[in-house]
């Protein structure tokens, strides 16, 4: 074998059959040396192989694996009694720079006595390629929903990150959650569980504050910040959570974290542990099932992050319907807003909906991106609640829009249905309720002072309305606890209260 360490060198990957790299992780050298292989394989017929999800961290790649590549073999060679005897193979050696992050999670990775097939995007994509890049990334979920095993690396063991995963496989294997990941509902405690004793016994919950407090510093780790591991773990037929050499399956995973988000607000233990914030993102990712609506999914996704803008595109099309992603091919030679503007065209063309309109605002100071007033700047953090979105004014009718590449515009015909007559102070997105009531309160003018056009509504529905962000029907409120008339009944009353406090 030669010792020479050049660089490696990709080989560029077949398109008639098509391929994929997978790599050989080899076991651990005597060096202490990460040694591997990179094999071309056809892309609908591999081998079984896992697939890793991680944070890649710093771009820079600070770190080394050793390549062993196969050359030509020698020429057949006879036995001492005549026989030929084939080949030997042999092997050059070079070398491929790698992030730390991938670098440590290889070291925990390497089977002791066999190797270990994978697929890993830094290793298997060749990064400096922007044309393969784009194809691969293409095929990502093909590539997670075909593999053996989806392994979700959140890093090295550190600050009781065993203890965490420990507490959270004894509260999961006491739980059945039904739909984890698509809704978080129907939840059932088997008795004598763990989970049982801490909903029931204060003193349980308090003496393992320790344990929560591991779980809450587990969940503020880069992994859960990641854009990119949403789908990859939303595709995965099997998956496992790994931090060190501590293994648990994501069911398990999931079932406790969804009772610990349950439970979060009525337990002092919990909200004095754990962080909220982190817990919510937690939440979000389990939420984002795939074949969701493009507003659902970025407004899940908001606070996940990502290297490049264009990935808020790329790194959520294996969650979106076919019919959407089907015409968004990914291209990183493509400009971030011509990629945004472009998502939003096949959003409203595919499902006759402008639906993605209520995310845009006419002046976003966090926005730098040349884009026009209709096309929402995915790549900058999306400060509003999710309220607006829920509000269907449309009902579900179709929409009839024209876009003109000459100027860049959308047009979308439309009917009035009201005139605003006053504006107020609007409510802030973290309002607690007391605040909520006497900004609500203030409302009471528009019922006072309103008018109403010609076949326009009575002032105490407009009240409604802006309350409920639309119109609110008999026919809306159908298999509801409220209806119409009882509505009115209350908004009627507090009026007459805020009047007389006025």
């Known amino acids: 074998m030669s010792n020479k360490r050049s660089p490696y060198a990709y080989e560029p990957l077949s398109k008639n059959p098509d391929e994929i790299r997978l790599l050989k992780l080899m076991p651990p050298s005597s060096s202490g040396d990460i040694e591997i292989e990179i094999i071309r394989v056809p892309s609908s017929a591999p081998p079984a192989y896992e697939a890793l999800s991680y944070v890649w961290g710093s771009p820079e790649r600070t770190h080394e694996v050793t390549v062993k590549t196969s050359s030509k073999k020698c020429f057949p060679r006879r036995s001492r009694r005549g026989r030929f005897l084939s080949g030997r193979s042999k092997f050059e050696l070079s070398h491929l720079a790698i992030s730390r992050n991938l670098f440590m999670a290889l070291q925990h990775l390497s089977f002791a006595k066999k190797p270990r097939l994978l697929w890993i995007d830094a290793i298997c994509i060749n990064q ?46 006491g739980l059945d959650v039904h739909n984890v990941g698509a809704s978080w509902k129907n939840i059932s405690i088997k008795r004598g569980s763990l989970a049982e004793k801490l909903e029931n016994n204060a003193e349980d919950r308090a003496q393992m504050a320790t344990s929560f407090v591991a779980i809450g510093r587990l969940l503020e780790r880069p992994w859960f910040t990641r854009l990119w591991v949403i789908q990859e773990m939303a595709l995965a037929a099997e998956a496992i959570v790994m931090t060190g050499n501590t293994v648990l399956p994501l069911p398990i995973f999931q079932a406790a974290l969804f009772w610990i988000h349950t439970m979060y607000r009525a337990f002092t233990t919990l909200r004095e542990t754990l962080n909220f914030e982190a817990l919510e993102q937690v939440s979000a990712m389990n939420q984002c099932s795939t074949l969701s609506n493009l507003p659902n999914v970025t407004l899940l996704t908001k606070k996940a992050h990502c290297l490049d803008p264009r990935d808020r595109i790329y790194a959520i099309l294996s969650l979106l319907p076919e019919g959407v992603s089907a015409g968004i091919v990914p291209n990183y030679s493509k400009a971030p807003e011509e990629v945004f503007k472009n998502t939003v065209l096949q959003e409203i063309n595919t499902n006759r909906r402008v639906d993605i309109l209520t995310l845009c605002r006419f002046i976003d100071p966090a926005s730098v991106l040349p884009l026009p007033s209709w096309v929402f700047d995915f790549s900058v953090p999306y400060q509003l609640g999710n309220a607006l979105y829920a509000a269907e004014a449309t009902g579900r009718s179709r929409e009839e829009s024209r876009y003109d590449p000459s100027d860049n515009s959308l047009t979308i015909q439309g009917l009035q249905i009201c005139v605003i007559d006053q504006v107020f102070e609007a409510i802030p997105y973290d309002a607690k309720s007391p605040e909520i009531l006497t900004k609500c309160q203030t409302w009471e003018l528009a019922c006072r002072y309103a008018t109403s056009q010609t076949g326009g509504v009575p002032s105490i529905d407009a009240l409604i309305a802006t309350i409920f962000s639309g119109s609110v029907t008999a026919a809306l409120l159908a298999g509801a606890v409220l209806d119409i008339q009882i509505l009115r009944k209350i908004a009627i009353k507090w009026v007459e209260n805020a009047s007389c406090m006025a």
Do not use: C, P
Request: glycine content about 6%; charged content about 30%.
């Open 128 to 173: 400096d390629d922007i044309v393969e890049r784009s194809e691969q990334v293409n095929k990502m979920a093909s590539i997670y929903g075909s593999a053996r095993l989806v392994i979700l690396w959140l890093g090295e063991e550190a600050h009781e990150s065993t203890l965490a995963v420990q507490t959270l496989r004894d509260v999961g294997e």
